[in-house]
Nanobody
């Protein structure tokens, strides 16, 4: 069973940047894709970025142009580079692929 651990969240000023990491204990690239999700207070979980095992990338409109998803196969890790952060980006961020349980996520708080 693949287990994913998110890290890199924290408190950042509006306009700032963070890089989230999603480290896998097994091969995530045997799955069809890796998805970054987020869940803001009082809102449903939503996807924000997807990278397929073949490298195809898709972003939600709310983060397009600001967030970048990437992967490092050698480290078995997927990243989410978050730039120009807005208060609306405040949420718990999760990574997930098919067959993995939900992890604890990492908290991102954007506030002045």
């Amino acid at each position: 069973q693949v287990q994913l651990v998110e890290s890199g969240g924290g408190l950042v000023q509006p306009g700032g940047s963070l890089r989230l990491s999603c480290a896998a204990s097994g091969s995530i690239f045997s799955f069809n894709g890796m998805v970054w999700y987020r869940q803001a207070p009082g809102k449903q979980r939503e996807w924000v970025a997807i990278i397929s095992s073949g490298g195809s990338i898709t972003y939600a409109e709310s983060v397009k142009g600001r967030f970048t998803i990437s992967r490092d196969n050698a480290k078995n890790t997927v990243y989410l580079q978050m730039n120009s952060l807005k208060p609306e980006d405040t949420a718990v961020y999760y990574c997930k692929t098919s067959g993995t349980p939900w992890g604890q996520g990492t908290q991102v708080t954007v506030s002045s």
